[in-house]
């Protein structure tokens, strides 16, 4: 996003209070932003009046950009999403490229088609006798990043080359 919105200076960080773990993710967006010299907002949703009156209070707030942290309820309001932002304009960066794909302006995160391959093996080896405190913890290894042309457009953002050049997903 920083790459996206290099003058930014205010950005929102939107949770799920009901993920257990939003707040350290929160937590390390935060120091993650202070690196670059940007200004943070947390905010708390967990319904869909909640994500409408988050996106009021960016606004009032003087929000340049907004962070969605991973929550399995946001990932059912990815219209909503997209359509508030885009009525606030407000650009937003996502943890998948579902929002994109529903006119989010760009995502970076965990493949999850690996993630679940991943969980079906564990599953395999647990259904095979492998008890589950032996086995190790994996980290997502392939990450996608996602970016919609036409959002950005839309928002009068020009997305630079480099950003271009490494998205794995580009929508026109």
Do not use: C, W
């Amino acid at each position: 996003m920083h790459e996206l919105l290099p003058k930014a200076v205010v950005v929102g960080v939107l949770l799920d209070p009901n993920v257990p773990n939003a707040d350290p993710d929160a937590t390390a967006a935060q120091a993650a932003a202070r690196e670059v010299g940007l200004q943070t907002h947390v905010l708390r949703a967990s319904s869909e009046q909640e994500i409408d009156t988050a996106f009021s209070t960016l606004v009032e707030l003087k929000a340049d950009a907004l962070l969605l942290i991973s929550a399995p309820f946001f990932q059912t309001q990815r219209d909503q999403f997209a359509q508030l932002a885009a009525r606030y304009s407000l650009p937003t960066i996502y943890y998948s490229r579902e929002y994109v794909a529903a006119g989010g302006l760009i995502s970076y995160g965990a493949n999850f088609t690996g993630t679940f391959r991943q969980a079906g093996n564990y599953v395999g080896r647990i259904l095979r006798g492998a008890k589950p405190a032996d086995l190790p913890v994996v980290q997502p290894t392939k990450f996608e990043l996602a970016i919609n042309l036409k959002t950005s457009k839309a928002l009068g953002l020009a997305v630079p080359p480099s950003l271009l050049a490494r998205a794995d997903e580009v929508i026109e």
